[in-house]
RNA sequence: CGGGGUGUAGCUCAGUUUGGUAGAGCGCUUGGUUCGGGACCAAGAGGCCGCAGGUUCAAGUCCUGUCACUCCGACCA
């Protein structure tokens, strides 16, 4: 009799806290279905929405207000070292697109094709661009001349179109928003200065601003761009152990430049080929901050790219002068941060859980206690961590705590991914490790494509890169063949 | 492109088995009370049941086709 109570009673308290538990928990959690809360946040941080076009989506302001401040950040870098943005057709002529034939094998089978203007059919069809470099070779080959005209150091800001099988918000979508970086020089070895120092720009804007960790390092044959000599990458890993290519820097040497005739009379007035180089990031960065740094109760900006690094919420806001000094607050501290004050009649906790969602890193609170205290509180997203701060040094306060939070989060993604990155000699533990926990794996290999042929097959993982600055150990074999290893690389599974 | 799942209100879904008046919760609007972790009361608005054919007196429900989304693979940033 008392047990059947008790059970009863014990049942119901189970059932009403599960149920407040769902209207808490709006998003899936991580552990239980990864792709399902990345699909749950960019759509309930408001990033995007899904549009009626296949492979589409819409970018929301609060996710484009992320776009723009990665472009303001990459394009002053860009800018700093020398280069010049341009503005390229977004249709290709086919005969333009065949003119590399590496090239257009490796994006003939996912380019969209233009036959018509209003109703009548095209003598020739256009691509919509995949991406540009036949557009910027055409150029190339009209304007440069001389060795007086090199170097060319050109970026566009556009989207390109890519008709993807299966497309995920950011990640993969058929169309996508980049840049795209294209260069021309007079000799090889300054093309490969070029495209290591944007690959270095990369790093650095991962690192310091994305707070993102990445390895540094350059793409087997298999891997490597279509009409590329020699691609380069950086490489970073998500919550779920899957790697992700954050961006690509390509050495064409001359190939491009001799398919598209572009020459130049050197200074011994005899005529060369110019040597070249492409560099691009994409919207996909956005998917990357989601995955490294979100959490269970949503989206978790690095405050350097967050549209809003601070967001003012008003506690019992119809009392007298809580609003004004919110205001206030609003105004001083708009001089030097990114802020937003919610003033809407939504109660105190829904605006907490929408901010948190939303991966604001910073919140303030400030009530009628506060205001006779001259205080108020300051809410880190990425620790959960409450202060109450004085409003006199407050622009200090707020300022050391967006920059811890910056720390913050990178030392933890390099935590998280150290924790995930293993190495190995033997092929049945890499197998084991791809499959009970994903992550990087560092293992020799013989320079054979066959070998990575065969890693793919087996473990689904792909090689990543040849890392910079880390060599390959002496006498070390390769993972599949045992034959001597020609490299150390980097593998994993990837998005 | 192959395999699975899902399309009904802005969102999450019930209703489909067995055809017969279009539903719930949340959100939204208006008014009021609240406000330090997703508040409450009252009154409202809102749907060509993805789309196109077919079967039927009658289709959200049955049949055929098609489109989109989603997950898992192959291809890619």
Known sequence: MFYHIFNLVFEGIVDMSMENKKLVEAITSMDEDFAQWYTDIVKKAELIDYSQVRGCMVIRPYGYAIWENMQKVLDGMFKETGHENVYMPMFIPESLLQKEKDHVEGFAPEVAWVTHGGSEKLAERMCVRPTSETLFCEHYSHIIQSYRDLPKLYNQWCSVVRWEKTTRPFLRTTEFLWQEGHTAHATFEEAQEETIRMLNIYARFYEEYLAIPVIKGQKTEREKFAGAQSTYTIECLMHDGKALQGATSHNFGDGFARAFNITYLDKDNQLKYVNQTSWGATTRMIGAVIMVHGDNDGLVLPPKIAPIELVIVPIAMQKEGVLDKAYELKEKLSKTFRVKLDDSDKSPGWKFSEYEMKGVPLRLEI????????????????????????????????????????????????????????????????????????????????????????????????????????SKRDGAKCIVCKKEAKELLYWGKAY
């Not at 993604?413 to 926990?437: C, H, M, P, V, Y």
Request: glycine share 4%.
């Open 367 to 470: 009530g009628p206690k506060d205001i006779a205290d001259n205080k108020c509180v300051l809410v880190r997203r990425d620790t959960r961590e409450k202060v109450s701060v004085s409003l006199d040094n407050l622009q200090d306060e707020i300022a050391k705590l967006l920059d811890d939070i910056q720390k913050n989060l990178y030392n933890k993604a390099l935590k998280l991914r150290e924790e995930k990155t293993f190495e190995t000699d033997n092929f049945e533990d890499f197998k084991n490790i791809i499959e009970k926990s994903p992550g990087f794996i560092k293992a020799h290999w013989c320079g054979d494509e066959k070998c990575e042929e065969k890693v793919k097959e087996e473990t689904g993982a792909t090689s990543r890169c040849i890392p910079f600055g880390e």
